[in-house]
């Protein structure tokens, strides 16, 4: 079976294009003696993140904890779970999560450091805390690094916790200074937590600028995207996630109507120029408006176009977005179709 | 079990409020001698699709073959799929569909009537046909009244296809006169369609003062969203789909971060004004931006603002690009939950 074979649209990814991805994260992390946490936000399928963890990445980072119950039932180990936990549900859920697999969590407050102690002491279970720091983003994070050693004096109190480290997202050439008055702060209150994690696919390949992060957390990079081509993180050429869509229209010269709208694409911005996909065959074409299921693709003038009917492979402005809307993923290799993977923890909103 | 005991994010439909919404529909199409025709791509729930069959909708509309073969799984019928179909993987599927239900399509096109025909024909199936046409939009649709009567002529030589009609999307003020001289080109060709079939909640209200119109389309109506609040279409009392989240972060005076970011509440523009979703408990709150998992709200300068760990209700920008987000749909009558509802017809991109 070859890709030419599916019916569209479908959401496809070149397998060859991810073990380069994965290869050039991993050997740069090597080379900078950086720990790579493979993020499967991006594509929240167990295979491909045991193919991170086989090539070389230390862990996996989830952002929710369905994610992170899919992955470990897959016996994927260890994971980072980065989003703030709070309540006694998802406390308990984490509680058991760490009783059968190594499992580590970024926090930023008091209340989910003891909702998080209580479930764990409960059980008889541990996970280690990094203490998230805003280092400039303006989402979460303590805002100072006293806050950061306050906190840290926290969970360092609690059981069922053990300090572990600082983290911050994303990485920014601000964010070592600041990450180093966190340590002093630590210190200054007889705490250490020494492992520091840096996050982002933008900014991964600078983490080795900035002083004192030891792990690069990364999700993006392992698909490429428009966002990726426009910061030049990812080149075209190995964005392995594309869609394959079919030109169901064709009303009037200068537009043709793919058979993939918001809900197969994504109506994520990415680089916010207007546009909402590559059309890879017709790069002078622009994809500049979404309907739910209508891509709506403005042809240039006095050029014949796609025929209703003709295929056409899309690069989308956010991977993680758009994978984040299939039920399964076809796996290839140079057009051959090798697998065909549910994209098992997808819909895992809490 | 009430609302209060499910963990966050959770997407939660209020029935009553359903209930109004589809009342108040089938009556105004009543009062004016209209069909409705319920669309189940902002549900894309069974149970709900078959709420509205019996309310008093004539039928279903789909805009994905694979939103119809849940449908007509589930014993809902008439089933008409106004997404133009192309090539021969759907039109067999198409044909399967119409030996099991009352199936009509709209199209747009030569090949996509030829592509349909001939596997209906094989099947010794039939399906009636809306010929699509463009009074305005500029998206899919024949452009001229013309170009209708030309495809109607295609379509009515073909075996297995009836004509039976023609559609447009919106319904618009000139949606009338042009579907008028359509009328005119089929009859001056010696053909009659007279299933006249117009769509889109916010023009819904207005279609009795469209000349020529019978049917109304519309979906996104059952559940309400920012955007039918913003054109008058639903008010928020019957805004039936909201997501619960928690405050999962503090971090600073004047922000509060949800536990429920784009990949729960959609980043679709919705009013376009910037906001994200309607925090009914903080309506001076804005939900200025969404990360994938983190919902970003600034709070009014000088109030306390929700603690972490706190609980918000969620209108969100587009409730059909929401509730596609997500697994399952927990129904609820003043709070208590009557039912957890499978979202059996998302992820069917084909």
Chains 1, 2 share one sequence.
């Not at 509680?95 to 209340?111: F, I, K």
């Not at 764990?120 to 996970?127: F, G, Q, R, W």
């Not at 840290?152 to 070592?176: C, F, K, N, Q």
Request: proline letters at 6%; hydrophobic letters at 45%.
């Amino acid at each position: 079976v070859t890709l030419a074979d599916l019916d569209t649209p479908a959401l496809t990814v070149d397998l060859d294009a991810v073990e380069r991805n994965v290869a050039r994260m991993v050997g740069y992390c090597a080379e900078h003696g950086l720990a790579h946490w493979a993020h499967v936000k991006t594509h929240k399928v167990p295979q491909l993140a045991e193919l991170q963890l086989a090539a070389g990445a230390t862990g996996l980072v989830c952002q929710k904890l369905g994610e992170a119950e899919v992955m470990a039932g897959a016996g994927l180990a260890p994971i980072l779970i980065t989003f703030p936990l709070v309540g006694e549900a998802k406390a308990r859920r984490l509680a058991a999560l760490a009783g059968r697999a190594p499992v580590s969590v970024g926090l930023d407050s008091d209340r989910s450091a003891r909702d998080l102690s209580r479930a764990l002491a409960d059980a008889a279970a541990s996970a280690d805390v990094l203490i998230e720091c805003d280092t400039g983003l303006g989402r979460t994070g303590v805002q100072s690094p006293g806050e950061a050693g306050d906190l840290a004096e926290v969970v360092d109190g609690l059981p069922g916790l053990r300090l572990a480290g600082r983290m911050t997202h994303p990485t920014r050439p601000e964010s070592g200074p600041w990450l180093a008055a966190a340590r002093r702060e630590l210190a200054a209150r007889g705490l250490a937590a020494e492992r520091v994690s840096g996050g982002s696919t933008p900014s991964a390949y600078a983490t080795h600028r900035v002083e004192g992060i030891g792990e690069v957390r990364a999700g993006t990079y392992v698909y490429g995207d428009r966002a990726c081509i426009a910061d030049g993180t990812v080149p075209l050429a190995d964005c392995a996630l594309r869609i394959l869509a079919t030109v169901a229209s064709r009303p009037a010269p200068g537009r043709a109507i793919l058979d993939a709208g918001s809900k197969t694409l994504t109506n994520d911005p990415g680089p916010g120029d207007g546009r909402f996909g590559l059309v890879v065959e017709l790069p002078d074409a622009a994809l500049e408006h979404l309907s739910e299921e209508h891509g709506h693709l403005r042809l240039p003038a006095g050029g014949a176009g796609p025929e209703v009917g003709e295929r056409v492979t899309i690069v989308p402005n956010h991977a993680c977005g758009a994978a984040n809307l299939h039920d399964e993923v076809v796996a290839h290799r140079g057009g051959r179709v090798v697998a065909v993977w549910p994209i098992a923890a997808r819909g895992r909103v809490r």
